[in-house]
Structures are given as C-alpha cells and as structure tokens.
C-alpha cells in the first residue's frame, strides 16, 4: 500500500508523496528533545533514519493489518481505510499540496485491499482442515509465505526506486531555481521598434516559454541536475574533452534571438517559435576539440537517447549555434532542455535541437545514422522558406468593410524580403513587413484589404528571402524533409 502510495506520487507533485508528508508531518510534529536526539544519533541521515522508521513501521502495520484480516476482513479494510486518511491528511495539510495530490495515497490503499485480499485466499486454502495432517511445511503454506515475501519485497523496490526518481526530480528542481544565469559577453541585438504587428490574433514576436510549442519522445520529461550533468565531446578530434555545467558557465557566453521550426510543421502550423537564447557557441566549443580532415556530421545525442545529425560545416560557420542554458531571461525550462540543449539557425529541430544534450560525436554521416533518420526522414533538415496567414483565423466571419490580414514568415539565416497575398483570384499585392530583427528569425506581415464584399473569400500568402527567391508553391508532406506549398483559407465577410 504505502509502495504504490510512493510510487504513484513519483509522477505528481513531489508533496504528494505519503512518505515526504508523514516524514514532514513527524518532523513538524516531533518535540525537540527528540529532534535534537534524532539529529545527534543519526546526524545528517537523521532523514534517512526517519524514513527507515517509517518503512518498519509501515511493515509492522502490514503484518498488523495482516493478522486482524484472519478474523474479519472487513475490520482489516477498514483498518487501511483509516490508514489512507491519516496518510492523505498528512498530505493534504502540506502547503503547495492540491486535492489532486492525495490521488497516490487513495491508489495506495486500493492496491493494499487487493494484496490482502490476494494473500487471504491462499491463507484460506493454507488453513489447515481439523484433524487433518499437514505439516507446517506444506505446498500452500510455502505458497502463502511466498507470496507475503514477494509482496514486501515487490513493496521494498518501489519505494526505493520511487523515492529515488522523486529525489532527483526535487534535485533538478531546486538546482533550477538557484542558477543564476552569468551575463553574456555579448547582449542580443535590441529588437528594434516595430517587429510586432498589433493585431488579434498576431502571435508575439518573441514567444513566452510557456506557450511555446514543445516537440519530443520523452515519455516523462527529464529532471537532470546540473551538477550531475556533463557533455562529452569525442570522435573524429584532436583533442577530446568532458565539460561539466561549472565549466560551462564560465564561458564568454552570447545572447541571440532566433526562431525554432519542426519539421513536423503541416502549411499554416504552429509548431514554430520565438525566443532569446542564452548560450556558449558551438564553433568555439568545436575549435577548442580540433575536428579531423574529412569528419562532416556531429551526432549530438540527449540523455533520453534521442540523437540528432548535424553539418558540422553549419557549426562552424559564422552562424549563432549554441549550447544553450538560457531561455527568455531564464534558464531552459524543463521541457525545453534544462540544464543545456543546442539551438541551430536554419535547421529544424529534429536534426539540431537536441535537448538534454550530454555527448557530442564529430562523425561522418555515412558512419553514424540519428534518431529519425533511421525511422524516414533525411539526414540533412535545412528549413523551408515559409509564410502563414494568423489573422484571419481559417472560417473566421469578420465585419465588412476594410479587413486587415497578418502573419508570419521565416527563412531562418537568410531573412525574409517581401511577402505577398491573393485575395480570391486577384492579383498579388505587397503586404508591409514588420521590422527586421534579424534573419535569424521570423518576420510578421500585414495588409489591408479594402471595401471586402460580403460572401466567402480566400486568401493565399507567399513569400521571397533576401536573395529575392520565391517560397515553392510544390505542396509537400512534412515527410521527409518539411513540409512546402502556399497556404490558402478562407473566411467569411458579412
Ligand atoms: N532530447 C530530445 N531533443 C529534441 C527532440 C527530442 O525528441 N528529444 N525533438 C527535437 C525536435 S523534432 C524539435 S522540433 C525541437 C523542439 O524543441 P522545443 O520542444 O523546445 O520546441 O527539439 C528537438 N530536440
Ligand atoms: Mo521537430
């Protein structure tokens, strides 16, 4: 029961776990005579000794609980019932508890019924018939003993593997929210006025860490503490190295705003973002590691395995491709790479932006094949040139009159030079660009549309980079390499 209770609690809130609670509750509530008596038996394990206790007592009560089922089931039920709201008591008068807390303990006492009524019935079938002669040896006895073994044992592990996955959540957590992030060497560039069109709908031009879009394959996102993290830098280099997040922060770090793509992005999606990186560049990290003649890839891989191929030409030219740390002003959220991650300009993510990241290989991509390369998609992921429609919203009804469209366009390294729309089968009219931030990130549009008539209407976006190139009209599945084709919507005017 408590076993579950604990790791349950390994996916909620760390508060939530029945045994931090009680152990808090116990500390809270202990006098001091015993706290100081505690602290100068135990010393620093007094925790440690403090959750011993409670596993023992926990064991003690089983058994307890066990002995009083032989007489009435029932009276045992209500036994751990009234465990479980001592326990949820414990947890819910913890502060930064909510009511969704308590979750773990309720599955708790749900798994302690059932154990007991599983090992009741083997001990019904064990019991010994009057005058009959089984030894204290025999099949079901052993099966019963058996089954009590396995269910503390199974108990025993979960809440040591649970208690261990909630410490070094709580770790990275707090290591979190003590770093303090060293000042760049270099400030980004002031975002000049007017890179937002002020529009409904229109996204921000740098986005919020926590509207932006998030793209992995990790199940639970990773808690790595810093201070356990290190990144290894090794392969086809004169000179290998480990940099540990110390070293790290030592660096002449740079600031950069620069937009994300994924590659998964479908024409008119959202899976783009915005933001200012805080980081040590990669071509500095690469010249300090010398790669050897004829190495072009570097596989960077994460500490949930997932692994990324990366032009190692694109590292080392002067573009801003970092390891980075900081995000918006703060370090890396959890779900966006905390402690470090790499950001590349131009590429999109699943070949770049690999998150968590712990090992960097310089290779050669006809010796080492990354993550979804082998499962379909390129092995190169330059970004797409692309343009999107954010206002009107798709079927939206809008007032007569002059309608105003806005959007978005991006060509990541290459910047974006003119963006134009089609309203219906009109001809194509020049949309004002919003100012430049850099080319390393999007670009936001909008037109005004006069005098619209009633009735639906579509409108089409396009866009040319600064080397006046235009945006394909070629319609193309993310699959393999990124989505192209020109979006087109329609919305209604009345
Ligand atoms: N460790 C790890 N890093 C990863 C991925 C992943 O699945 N695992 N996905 C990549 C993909 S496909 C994209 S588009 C970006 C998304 O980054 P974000 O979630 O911070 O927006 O992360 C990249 N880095
Ligand atoms: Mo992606």
Known sequence: MFAVAQFASAFFNSASSPFFALGS?????????LKDFAIATFGTNDKLALFISIAVVATVLSALIGLLAKRSFALACTAIIALAVVMSSAVAARASTSLLDIVPTVLGAIAGIGVLQWLSRLAVTTAPQRGE??????????????????SLAAAAIATGVSTSISASRNMADAARKALRLPAPRAKAKALPA???????????????????YRIDTALSVPQIDPGQWSLRVHGMVENEFTMNFDELLN????????????????????????????????????????????ADMVLSTSHDGFSASTPLEVLRDDRMALLAIGMNGEPLPFEHGFPVRMVVPGLYGYVSATKWVVDLEVTRFQDKVAYWTTRGWSERGP????????????????PAGDIVLGGTAWAQTRGISRVQVQIDDGPWQ??????EASLDTWRQWRLVSKDMAPGTHSATVRACDAQGRLQTSEKADPVPNGASGWQRLQFTVG
Do not use: H
């Open 383 to 398: 970004i797409k040139l692309s343009s999107r429609i954010d206002t009107p919203r798709p079927f939206a009804k809008v």
């Open 25 to 33: 509750a116990i500390i809270d509530l202990t006098p001091p005579w």
């Open 251 to 294: 660096q002449e770090l740079v600031e950069t705003y620069l937009t994300l793509t994924c590659v998964s992005n479908p024409v008119g999606g959202d899976l783009v973002g915005n933001a200012k990186w805080l980081g040590y560049p990669l071509r500095q990290l690469l010249e300090r590691a010398v790669p050897q003649a004829g």
């Open 430 to 435: 020049d949309a004002d660009l919003a100012a």
């Open 133 to 150: 002669d089984v030894g204290p040896s025999g099949p079901s006895r052993r099966a019963f003993l058996l089954a009590s073994g396995l």
């Open 194 to 212: 007017g890179v937002q069109v002020e529009e409904a709908n229109m996204p921000d031009f740098v986005t919020p860490n926590e509207d932006f």
